[in-house]
């Protein structure tokens, strides 16, 4: 089994920042691709940035130039870095991680979830 303990998250006001990150642990022979998506109040899961191993990044459109994505390999664990928060980014936010494992086969491994709420 994989494990993505997420940490972070919480109330700010709008332009605030906030920082997320999340470890993985568990039965796997290494991560592949890292990130963050989110769910909105009554919309469907979004993405909002991932990162691979090697580094090379995506954003999803509504947070590109805010928010920073990065990752440390030796520890399996991704951060991101929310700047410049707005009230449409409250949502609840998933880490995600693709593990890949001895004998074959990648599996796509999802957190909890963290909330975040930008308001005044």
């Known amino acids: 089994q994989v494990q993505l303990v997420e940490s972070g998250g919480g109330l700010v006001q709008p332009g605030g920042s906030l920082s997320l990150s999340c470890a993985a642990s568990g039965d796997f022979f290494s991560v592949a691709a890292m990130g963050w998506y989110r769910q909105p109040p009554g919309k469907q899961r979004e993405l909002v940035a991932l990162i691979a191993s090697g580094g090379t990044t995506k954003y999803g459109d509504a947070v590109k130039g805010r928010f920073t994505i990065s990752r440390d390999n030796a520890k399996d664990t991704v951060y991101l870095q929310m700047n410049i928060l707005k009230p449409e980014d409250t949502a609840v936010y998933y880490c995600?991680?693709?593990?890949?494992?001895?004998?074959?086969?990648?599996?796509?491994?999802w957190g909890q979830g963290t909330q975040v709420t930008v308001s005044s």
């Open positions: 995600y991680a693709m593990t890949t494992h001895l004998g074959g086969g990648d599996r796509p491994n």
